[in-house]
């Protein structure tokens, strides 16, 4: 397979964090030709990392891929836009995320102010509000609402990108296997030869799956919050953060 039908600026995987990166990023990984390593990782996009993250996607090659967790702005979105870098969006029902992101951070990420205010902390419940509400010390700097935080996410639904849904991911093998045969249209883009099929690529991509290689999976399961959520929890989530559900288009 020659590598330059992929794409000849690269491109860029993007999540909402606990969303399924680490199922695309070893999908991606199965096609020889296309290379990935922790130093194309990209986090936040805030005003002073513009620079360094600028540099870094201006030095994408054609069989590589950058990935991560940014926030959407003019600029950035800009951008990329003018160097040719294609856009992938993985997305998440938004109260599965804080639920996966909670026990992230407080028991598999042992490092920074976020883990020590919620590992301070006796119950899943007082951490759930925490972070729905924010406004705890981070690095000196109040953390942001749930709200304010995942919503910075939003504005690349209106950029031209493929929008991957973690639910459908590890979905039914049908459901799972119609969502990666939509990368592998988009990876292909109809540059490959016709003996080269969308549905041959999307078997080769979900082969290499392998959750248990991944140092951040915990469960892949869909609608976990409902078990972990308790009444009050979901009526501040709602009041708080229920804004996030239309706009990501969950219910």
Same mark, same amino acid.
């Given at each position: &397979? @020659?590598?330059?039908?992929?794409?000849?600026?690269?491109?860029?995987? @993007?999540?909402?964090?606990?969303?399924?990166?680490?199922?695309?990023?070893?999908?991606?990984? *199965?096609?020889?030709?296309?290379?990935?390593?922790?130093?194309?990782?990209?986090?936040?996009?805030?005003?002073?990392?513009? /620079?360094?993250? #600028?540099?870094?996607?201006?030095?994408?090659?054609?069989?590589? #891929?950058?990935?991560?967790?940014?926030?959407? $702005?003019?600029? +950035?979105?800009? %951008?990329?836009?003018?160097?040719?870098?294609?856009?992938?969006?993985? !997305?998440?029902?938004?109260?599965?995320?804080?639920? $996966?992101?909670?026990? #992230?951070?407080?028991?598999?990420?042992? +490092?920074?102010?976020?883990?020590?205010?919620?590992?301070? &902390?006796?119950?899943?419940?007082?951490?759930?509000?925490?972070?729905?509400?924010?406004? %705890?010390?981070?690095?000196?700097?109040?953390?942001?609402?749930?709200? @304010?935080?995942? *919503?910075?996410?939003?504005?690349?639904? =209106?950029?031209?990108?493929? !929008?991957?849904?973690?639910? =459908?991911?590890?979905?039914?093998?049908?459901?799972?296997?119609?969502?990666?045969?939509?990368?592998?249209?988009?990876?292909? @883009?109809?540059?490959?030869?016709?003996? #080269?099929?969308?549905?041959?690529?999307?078997?080769?991509?979900?082969?290499?799956?392998?959750?248990?290689? $991944?140092?951040?999976?915990?469960?892949?399961?869909?609608?976990?919050?409902? =078990?972990?959520?308790?009444?009050?929890?979901? /009526?501040?989530?709602?009041?708080?953060?229920?804004?996030?559900?239309?706009?990501? *288009?969950?219910?």
């Amino acid at each position: &397979m @020659n590598a330059d039908f992929i794409n000849k600026h690269g491109f860029f995987v @993007n999540s909402m964090p606990k969303s399924g990166t680490h199922l695309v990023k070893q999908m991606l990984k *199965g096609i020889p030709e296309l290379h990935h390593d922790h130093t194309m990782e990209l986090y936040m996009g805030l005003p002073e990392q513009l /620079e360094s993250h #600028f540099k870094l996607l201006n030095s994408l090659q054609p069989h590589q #891929f950058a990935a991560g967790h940014v926030y959407h $702005s003019k600029g +950035y979105a800009d %951008f990329i836009k003018s160097r040719g870098i294609r856009k992938i969006l993985i !997305i998440r029902d938004p109260r599965d995320v804080l639920v $996966s992101y909670t026990y #992230f951070m407080t028991y598999k990420y042992p +490092y920074g102010d976020v883990h020590k205010v919620l590992k301070s &902390m006796k119950t899943q419940k007082e951490r759930y509000m925490a972070l729905i509400k924010g406004g %705890f010390l981070h690095y000196g700097y109040p953390h942001p609402s749930f709200e @304010n935080w995942l *919503g910075g996410y939003a504005g690349w639904l =209106n950029e031209p990108v493929l !929008i991957l849904r973690f639910e =459908n991911l590890v979905g039914s093998e049908s459901v799972k296997m119609a969502e990666i045969t939509k990368l592998a249209e988009w990876i292909i @883009n109809g540059r490959l030869e016709n003996h #080269f099929s969308p549905a041959s690529l999307a078997r080769k991509l979900a082969e290499n799956i392998n959750p248990s290689t $991944s140092l951040t999976f915990r469960s892949g399961k869909t609608g976990s919050w409902m =078990n972990e959520f308790d009444e009050e929890v979901q /009526e501040l989530f709602m009041k708080e953060a229920g804004s996030l559900l239309p706009l990501y *288009g969950y219910k």
